[in-house]
Structure formats: structure tokens, C-alpha cells
């Protein structure tokens, strides 16, 4: 017979690690996403949405053997606002048996009904969408760093329980030796030709800097538009602070007029290429090991983070000169290959048009999913910008 049991334990903890280990056996694209990456999300100590009244619950799936195959978590965020109480479910993981993640979803949907809960939406994060967010439906290759990664049938799996597309999301990639358009090079001449536009990349010994233009951008770029919330200086400083070790100067580039900060375009190299061969693990050795492959190994891909302008400079052609600024550096190293563009949702046609303008290829699609309790309610896609 089958049964949920809860992870409390340390073996519990390892177990729910472990169970990846099985279901991704043999998939010579599965990286193992490092143990403390996960683990950290369910640490009151690191995950400030714990703190501030988030609960959660995390279960292994055993069946009549006894044996881990599955597991998932629920969790109620406080800071998810949504139409209706909203919770969610992550971290899932299942052999090809639709009874067994039915009987998972069923949990979980109980568990989130006694809270208060009147949908939940999966497979998501108990945090920020930057890592583990939705469930990919195409691009079955290598993840990027913090993104999902799951077998295709997953996708029948969510859809036969009745998860309906809450909003797809969606990548992006280009060649970096490829040409850009046309018109990157036109926009770029007019503000190139004015003295009080100019563009740079970050310095890691003025991080301090960066972090006040960081946030002065993101917050006029964001903060108060589809529900955006502002940032705290010491929050992007933390940020930066972690981020630190794995920058590369030449990849994160700022735009300013007359000195005032107005677009960033900050992107890191793909970490994974590192992680790849940690096997989940990041002790001493490992991190020795990540520091000599920094340094002598290659990474040929770089991941696109974060990208934005201000209102009053959008729509004039700063992204072009701004992209074009970073090309002039990035192409002739030749260090990188490839580019990709963590996922812009479908709700946010501006910043899916900017990528497509770059002259890129959708990569992978990943998709957010709800599934509404009351299955005589409307159902709605996630609202435009």
C-alpha cells in the first residue's frame, strides 16, 4: 500500500535528495543540482520567506515495498499574492506511474485546503522565480544553474490531474559570434555619437557602486509595475556579495546619461558547467575543485540574469546600444559560445519582443501550472503587463 511519509529526519533529508538520484539514472542531461541549494530552501535560517510566516511540508512517496519513489513539497508563502489564496507545490519527483502522482498531488492539495488554500500552482519554488520554477515542456538538455529540469512525461502526469498553463515560460538563445541585427548597429551610432551617453561594464573593486545603480534601475524599471516590489540597497549588496566570486566583468554592462544610471544588463557565466561534476556535493574539496575549474577549466556559455531600462529611456533604442557596447568586448575574447537568457514569462510581451529582436531562438519552454480546488471556477491565465 502506498504511503506519504514526512521528511523530519537527517536519513529523511537524504532520502528526499536521493530519490533525484533514481528517477534521472541513466539521463546523460540531468545535472544534479548542488544538496545545500535545496536544502537551504527549507532552513528557517536561509529562507527568509520561513521567517516570515511561511509554512511548508515535504513527503516521500513510498510504495508497497517500501520503497522512495517519489517525493514533493507544499508550502503556503505569505508574500504570493494572487487572485484567490494561491499555495504551491515543488521540488517534485516521480517514476512513470500516474496513480503515484495523483496520490502526491492529492496530499498536497489537502494540506494546503486545511490552510486556507483555494489553488495551488506547481511546479514552483517556496521563494524568489529565479530558481526552480515550472515545469519544463521542451528543451530536454543540459539546465542552466537553478532551473528545473524534468523527464517529458512529467508533462502528462500534471495534465491528466488537471493542472491547467497558468503562463509558459519562456528562453531564449543565440550564438555569440553571430552578427547582430541591423538595427542594433543604427541605434547604437546615435547614442554613441552623444557625449552624454555611455556604457560600461561592472568593476568587482566598485561593487559598491553598482549596487546603488542596480537598485536605482530596478526599482524605477520595476517596482510598482505588475506587481513588483522594491529593492533594498543592502539586498542587492548581499546579492552582488554572493554573486562576487563567479562574475565576470566583462558580461555585466550599465548604461548612463550624464553620469545617471538608466539600464543594466547583468548576466553570469552557466554554473552548472561547473556543478556538473560536484555530484550534489559542495564541501572543501568541491569548492577546491570549482576554484581549479574556474580557473582552467572551460565554460562556454554565459546565462542572461536580469535586463532592464528605465521608463523614460524605453522604446528610444538604449538596448541596442547597450547590447551592442557588451558585443564590441564579449565577441572578440571568443570565450563563450553560446547565450541564454533565463525564462521571460508569456505575460510580458515587451521583454519577449526585446529578445526576439536580438535575433534569438526559443531554447526551452517551462511552464507554470494551477490547479483550482473549486473545478467549477473560472479559470484565468496569468494577467498581461
Same mark, same amino acid.
Given at each position: 500500500?502506498?504511503?506519504?511519509?514526512?521528511?523530519?529526519?537527517?536519513?529523511?533529508?537524504? $532520502?528526499?535528495?536521493?530519490?533525484?538520484?533514481?528517477?534521472?539514472?541513466?539521463?546523460?542531461?540531468?545535472?544534479?543540482?548542488?544538496?545545500?541549494?535545496?536544502?537551504?530552501?527549507?532552513?528557517?535560517?536561509?529562507?527568509?520567506?520561513?521567517?516570515?510566516? @511561511?509554512?511548508? &511540508?515535504?513527503?516521500?512517496?513510498?510504495?508497497?515495498?517500501?520503497?522512495?519513489?517519489?517525493?514533493?513539497?507544499?508550502?503556503?508563502?505569505?508574500?504570493?499574492?494572487?487572485?484567490?489564496?494561491?499555495?504551491?507545490?515543488?521540488?517534485?519527483?516521480?517514476?512513470?506511474?500516474?496513480?503515484?502522482?495523483?496520490?502526491?498531488?492529492?496530499?498536497?492539495?489537502?494540506?494546503?485546503?486545511?490552510?486556507?488554500?483555494?489553488?495551488?500552482?506547481?511546479?514552483?519554488?517556496?521563494?524568489?522565480?529565479?530558481?526552480?520554477?515550472?515545469?519544463?515542456?521542451? @528543451?530536454?538538455?543540459?539546465?542552466?544553474?537553478?532551473?528545473?529540469?524534468?523527464?517529458?512525461?512529467?508533462?502528462?502526469?500534471?495534465?491528466?490531474?488537471?493542472?491547467?498553463?497558468?503562463?509558459?515560460?519562456?528562453?531564449?538563445?543565440?550564438?555569440?559570434?553571430?552578427?547582430?541585427?541591423?538595427?542594433?548597429?543604427?541605434?547604437?551610432? &546615435?547614442? $554613441?555619437?552623444?557625449?552624454?551617453?555611455?556604457?560600461?561594464?561592472?568593476?568587482?573593486?566598485?561593487?559598491?557602486?553598482?549596487?546603488?545603480?542596480?537598485?536605482?534601475?530596478?526599482?524605477?524599471?520595476?517596482?510598482?509595475?505588475?506587481?513588483?516590489?522594491?529593492?533594498?540597497?543592502?539586498?542587492?549588496?548581499?546579492?552582488?556579495?554572493?554573486?562576487?566570486?563567479?562574475?565576470?566583468?566583462?558580461?555585466?554592462?550599465?548604461?548612463?546619461?550624464?553620469?545617471?544610471?538608466?539600464?543594466?544588463?547583468?548576466?553570469?557565466?552557466?554554473?552548472?558547467?561547473?556543478?556538473?561534476?560536484?555530484?550534489?556535493?559542495?564541501?572543501?574539496?568541491?569548492?577546491?575543485?570549482?576554484?581549479?575549474?574556474?580557473?582552467?577549466?572551460?565554460?562556454?556559455?554565459?546565462?542572461?540574469?536580469?535586463?532592464?531600462?528605465?521608463?523614460?529611456?524605453?522604446?528610444?533604442?538604449?538596448?541596442?546600444?547597450?547590447?551592442?557596447?557588451?558585443?564590441?568586448?564579449?565577441?572578440?575574447? $571568443?570565450?563563450?559560445?553560446?547565450?541564454?537568457?533565463?525564462?521571460?514569462?508569456?505575460?510580458?510581451?515587451?521583454? &519577449?519582443?526585446?529578445?526576439?529582436?536580438?535575433?534569438?531562438?526559443?531554447?526551452?519552454?517551462? &511552464?507554470?501550472?494551477?490547479?483550482?480546488?473549486?473545478?467549477?471556477?473560472?479559470?484565468?491565465?496569468?494577467?498581461?503587463?
Amino acid at each position: 500500500m502506498m504511503r506519504m511519509h514526512e521528511v523530519k529526519t537527517e536519513a529523511d533529508k537524504r $532520502a528526499f535528495l536521493e530519490v533525484a538520484v533514481a528517477i534521472y539514472a541513466g539521463d546523460p542531461n540531468w545535472i544534479r543540482p548542488l544538496d545545500k541549494d535545496i536544502e537551504e530552501v527549507f532552513d528557517p535560517a536561509k529562507n527568509k520567506f520561513i521567517k516570515r510566516g @511561511g509554512e511548508y &511540508i515535504r513527503w516521500l512517496l513510498q510504495d508497497d515495498a517500501g520503497r522512495n519513489v517519489g517525493r514533493i513539497a507544499a508550502f503556503v508563502n505569505k508574500q504570493y499574492k494572487n487572485e484567490q489564496p494561491t499555495g504551491g507545490i515543488g521540488f517534485f519527483e516521480c517514476d512513470d506511474n500516474y496513480e503515484h502522482a495523483a496520490f502526491m498531488f492529492d496530499h498536497c492539495r489537502e494540506w494546503l485546503q486545511a490552510r486556507g488554500m483555494e489553488a495551488m500552482d506547481g511546479p514552483i519554488n517556496f521563494g524568489e522565480r529565479d530558481k526552480w520554477w515550472g515545469l519544463l515542456t521542451d @528543451g530536454f538538455y543540459a539546465p542552466l544553474y537553478g532551473m528545473n529540469y524534468n523527464p517529458p512525461y512529467y508533462v502528462t502526469l500534471f495534465e491528466r490531474y488537471g493542472f491547467q498553463t497558468y503562463f509558459n515560460q519562456v528562453c531564449f538563445a543565440l550564438k555569440v559570434k553571430n552578427r547582430l541585427d541591423e538595427k542594433f548597429y543604427e541605434r547604437h551610432a &546615435i547614442f $554613441a555619437a552623444n557625449p552624454e551617453y555611455s556604457a560600461r561594464h561592472i568593476e568587482k573593486s566598485k561593487l559598491d557602486k553598482y549596487v546603488k545603480d542596480f537598485t536605482y534601475i530596478y526599482n524605477k524599471a520595476w517596482a510598482g509595475h505588475g506587481g513588483g516590489k522594491s529593492l533594498e540597497e543592502k539586498t542587492v549588496a548581499k546579492m552582488f556579495k554572493t554573486m562576487k566570486p563567479v562574475m565576470d566583468e566583462d558580461i555585466i554592462w550599465f548604461v548612463y546619461h550624464k553620469e545617471q544610471p538608466i539600464a543594466m544588463w547583468v548576466n553570469l557565466p552557466d554554473l552548472n558547467q561547473y556543478f556538473r561534476h560536484m555530484n550534489g556535493k559542495f564541501g572543501l574539496m568541491q569548492k577546491l575543485y570549482f576554484l581549479w575549474l574556474k580557473s582552467f577549466g572551460k565554460c562556454n556559455r554565459f546565462v542572461g540574469i536580469i535586463f532592464g531600462v528605465i521608463p523614460e529611456y524605453q522604446g528610444k533604442g538604449i538596448d541596442g546600444y547597450m547590447i551592442l557596447e557588451g558585443a564590441r568586448v564579449i565577441q572578440p575574447m $571568443a570565450k563563450y559560445e553560446d547565450y541564454e537568457m533565463q525564462w521571460i514569462g508569456d505575460f510580458n510581451p515587451k521583454m &519577449i519582443n526585446i529578445a526576439e529582436n536580438l535575433g534569438t531562438t526559443r531554447s526551452r519552454n517551462l &511552464i507554470t501550472y494551477r490547479y483550482l480546488f473549486d473545478r467549477s471556477k473560472e479559470f484565468k491565465r496569468h494577467r498581461m503587463l
